[in-house]
C-alpha cells in the first residue's frame, strides 16, 4: 500500500515538472540570440564616447575642458597648428579607464560629444577607441 502511495506522489510530481518545462518551451525566450541580435538599450544608457559632428565637421573645437575634467583621465586630446590655429588632431576615448560619471558630457560647452549605446566596445587594437582622427 505504502508502495503503490508513493508510486502516485512520484508520478504525480513527475507530471508537475513536466507541465512545467513543456509551458516554458512555448514562451518567448527572455535571450536574443547575440550577435546577430542586440538589445536596443534605453536612449539615456552611457556606453560609448562619441564625437558630434556638423555639416561634416566635428564639433570639438580642442579646448581641453573634457580632458582636464575627466577624473580618471579617460580622454587624450592631440591638437595641431592649421593656419596659426590650434586645432583637433586627435581625439580617444579609453573605455577600460572611464567610470561613466558624465562629467565630460556635462562639460562641453559645444556639445562636441555624446554617449552612444554601443555596448560591445571589444577590439582587437587599442586604436579602435580613438574617436576622432584628422586625415592629414
Ligand atoms: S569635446 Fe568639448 S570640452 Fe572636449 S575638447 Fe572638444 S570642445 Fe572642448
Ligand atoms: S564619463 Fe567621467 S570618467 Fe568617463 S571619460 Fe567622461 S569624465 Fe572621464
Given at each position: 500500500m505504502n508502495i503503490i502511495k508513493k508510486t502516485i506522489n512520484g508520478l504525480v510530481s513527475l507530471i508537475e515538472g513536466l507541465k512545467v518545462t513543456i509551458s516554458n518551451g512555448f514562451q518567448k525566450p527572455?535571450?536574443?540570440?547575440?550577435p546577430k541580435k542586440k538589445e536596443e538599450l534605453p536612449k539615456i544608457s552611457r556606453q560609448c564616447l562619441q564625437m558630434n559632428y556638423k555639416e561634416g565637421e566635428s564639433?570639438?573645437?580642442?579646448?581641453?575642458i573634457c580632458e582636464k575634467s575627466c577624473p580618471q583621465h579617460a580622454i587624450k586630446i592631440e591638437t595641431e597648428k592649421i593656419n596659426g590655429k590650434e586645432v583637433l588632431k586627435k581625439y580617444t576615448f579609453y573605455p577600460e579607464k572611464?567610470?561613466?560619471?558624465?562629467i565630460c558630457t556635462e562639460k562641453c560647452p559645444f556639445d562636441a560629444i555624446s554617449w552612444n549605446?554601443?555596448?560591445?566596445?571589444?577590439?582587437?587594437?587599442?586604436?579602435?577607441?580613438?574617436?576622432y582622427k584628422r586625415n592629414s
Open positions: 527572455f535571450t536574443l540570440m547575440y564639433k570639438c573645437v580642442a579646448c581641453k572611464c567610470m561613466y560619471c558624465g549605446q554601443n555596448f560591445d566596445m571589444a577590439s582587437k587594437t587599442k586604436d579602435q577607441t580613438i574617436n
